[in-house]
């Protein structure tokens, strides 16, 4: 076997213990997700620096290298990363954020500093941010604009969201659970290698491919590739540094090819510890401070906007296994699908009808409906009101629904 090949797919059983270890006293990069208020996967994009070089650094196993994941424990780091995520989404001048937010597309009242609708923009084209983290209960994120910056500041119990194009602020409380809701969202390149080696079964290959230098750091590349047809993911890279075993970069590219959908790193990273006054913030003169009030959340307990999806998804099935497997939601609106069901599409009105037209018409044994597809997560909304939604191909899809599952 190659030096740098290894396909231990039950190198992640075995670290499970040494991870979980790990998360319940590593440092937070961002500020907790129960504040941020954001679904999985619209932030912590962050792009890597280009590989500069491929090190020569003592030969490592999959396995080895994941216990050095497993067992790193860093609190402290401060940093510049850049943000490019491309799902091939369609323009839809402007629409596409105020969906993704929950934002009514004829307008609406909210704070331009509220988190959970600011950090939305991470979703889609290119950012750059400055992070900071000093252990469990301090963290910063800044959002670089052309003439402005955004900033979300946890420091203690506090939580800040400061817009400096609008002069507005929001102001927050944490209290005891946030630390289980924080693991919620990933928000950065480790954040997202936590939640890509929860995929890792049988049905996945994990090897370590080589060497790079991220950010000025030597690390190893750790690749996660599906062994399955028919899912929408080609490989995920990881690029995790030698010295620490922190993921430096996360690039996800699709099986269809092209640009990575996700591609996500340091561009500038310490592991020194930051200032204490960078966790600092006092509102400006003049602010608009909008106060959200305290987010309690007893042990174990559900985020309310978590309870309300679960509520919503009682019906929820998944077929298949793996890589390729399909949640199936009977959304109960028989027609959905059809010509009159696009043109209107529930509560989204005529926005839902422009968001229909760019599905495709697709037949099967379950009869007849429509495929709405990204490079990445794709959708199909039959005629009889069932929602088929994978990171597996069209075809796949189809499959599905025609097992009559």
């Known amino acids: ?30 500020v907790p997700a129960a504040v941020l208020g954001l679904a999985a996967g619209t932030i912590g994009l962050v792009p890597a620096l280009a590989d500069s070089g491929s090190p020569d650094l003592p030969k490592i196993t999959a396995q080895e290298l994941l216990e050095k ?21 369609p323009d839809l001048g402007g629409l596409e954020g105020d969906l993704m937010s929950g934002a009514s597309p004829s307008g609406g009242e909210g704070s331009s500093a509220d988190p959970s609708a600011k950090l939305t923009e991470l979703a889609s084209g290119t950012h750059t941010l400055r992070v900071a983290a000093d252990g469990p209960d301090r963290q910063k994120l800044s959002l670089l604009e052309d ?36 693991e ?10 936590d ?8 049905t996945t290959s994990v090897t370590v491919d080589g060497t790079a230098q991220v950010a000025g750091r030597d690390a190893y590349k750790l690749v996660i590739e599906p062994k399955q047809s028919g899912s929408t993911v080609g490989a995920i ?10 993921p430096l970069k996360f690039t996800l590219t699709p099986a269809s090819g092209g640009a990575a959908v996700v591609d996500a790193g340091f561009t500038q990273v310490s592991f020194g510890k930051p200032a204490a006054s960078t966790f600092d913030f006092t509102p400006p003169k003049g602010a608009k401070v ?18 309300e999806l679960a509520e919503g998804l009682e019906g929820l099935n998944v077929i298949g296994e793996g890589w390729t497997s399909v949640a199936v939601l009977d959304s ?32 099967g044994k379950f009869g007849s409906g429509t495929v709405f597809e990204t490079r990445l997560v794709n959708a199909l909304i039959t005629d009889d009101g069932k929602v088929y939604v994978g990171a597996v191909t069209k075809e796949a899809l189809v499959k599905a629904a025609d097992s009559g599952k």
Do not use: C
């Open 195 to 202: 939640e890509a080696l929860k995929a890792v079964d049988d």
């Open 332 to 363: 109960g609106a028989e027609g959905a699908a059809s010509g009159a069901g696009r043109g209107d599409m529930g509560e989204l009105g005529a926005a839902g009808g422009f968001l229909g037209s760019l599905g495709d018409e697709v037949k």
């Open 237 to 246: 890279s990881v690029a995790v540094d030698a010295e620490t075993g922190t």
């Open 1 to 30: 076997m190659a030096p740098y090949e290894s396909d231990d797919t039950t190198a992640v059983a075995d670290a499970d213990e040494q991870r979980a270890a790990r998360r319940r006293k590593a440092a937070r990069y961002v």
């Open 290 to 307: 909008t106060e959200e009030g305290s987010v309690e959340a007893p042990e174990h307990s559900q985020h309310p906007e978590e309870e």
């Open 147 to 182: 003439a402005a910056e955004y900033s979300l500041i946890h420091n203690g119990k506090d939580v800040w969201g400061y817009d400096s194009a609008s002069n507005e602020v929001y102001h927050g409380t944490v209290t005891e659970g946030t630390e289980q809701r924080e």
């Open 69 to 89: 994941m497993a067992a790193s424990d860093v609190q402290q780091l401060s940093g510049t990363v850049k943000i490019s995520t491309d799902l091939g989404l």
């Open 184 to 193: 919620k969202v990933p928000a950065t390149p480790q954040d997202l290698t």
